[in-house]
């Protein structure tokens, strides 16, 4: 039970707390160095339950025998860092930033297909939801000047990422959800945050990007938290 407490704290701490705090700054038009600060919290905040869980897997193994072997999840926690590392570059940054969030979705990739295997289905969801994507974003691709190839390869990674993915929960159980289903909602917030940068930027779409942003390394954070404190 206290797992799950600590975990709910971690969480109303992010979403009720630093995320309408960014936002509020940000409109206030407050100085990188702070809104960095906060960004770093938040991410930090929701790592730790990732870190914390593979602390728990090395040094409390349960049935005492030899250290498990922990390749996969430190494929998903490094995702996790290069991701943190990229929230808090991209404010003084665009290439820097997105650089590390595509080292980021390498890192999850990675996991995904040693974690599970790779299933015919993803190529179809790719391809869909590629050409959904497109569809919405043709007519903006224009004003992204010379990081139009940065960002068709940086958005065939996390499409990839995403299609392959979402396919755990069905090849090793409930325990694949939670990283599944962060990695959609990062997805989410890529897509968002182009928009935000190219297309319009308001308060809602901020808010979305960030909410799904969060909302995804936690939940992928939280699964390598559960696995390891409440046996998932």
Known sequence: MLPLCIAFSGGMLIFLVLIPLYIGSKLNSLIRPVLAAIKGIASLTAISFGVAGIIKMVYYSNNGDALPSLTNEM??????ILCAAGD??????????????????????????????????????????????????????GSVGKNKLRLIMYGIVVLAC????????????????????????????????????????TVLTDSIA???????????????????????
């Not at 494929?75 to 996790?80: D, H, Q, T, V």
């Not at 939670?178 to 940068?197: E, I, K, Q, W």
């Not at 960030?210 to 998932?232: E, H, P, Q, R, W």
């Open 75 to 80: 494929w998903l926690l490094a995702g996790l």
């Open 88 to 141: 808090i570059t991209l404010i003084f940054s665009i290439t820097a930033g997105g650089s590390l969030f595509f080292l980021a979705h390498v890192s999850y990739l990675v996991f995904f297909l040693r974690a599970g295997n790779f299933s015919p289905i993803s190529i179809l969801i790719f391809t869909l939801t590629a050409a959904m994507v497109m569809c919405s974003l043709y007519q903006y691709i």
């Open 162 to 201: 995403c299609s392959i993915g979402i396919m755990l929960p069905f090849q090793i159980g409930i325990a694949g959800f939670l990283p599944a289903l962060g990695c959609v909602l990062l997805a989410v917030s890529d897509y968002m945050l182009f928009r935000n940068t190219y297309v319009e930027d």
């Open 210 to 232: 960030l909410n799904t942003y969060y909302t995804g390394i936690f939940l992928m954070a939280l699964s390598l938290y559960l696995k390891a404190f409440l046996v998932l």
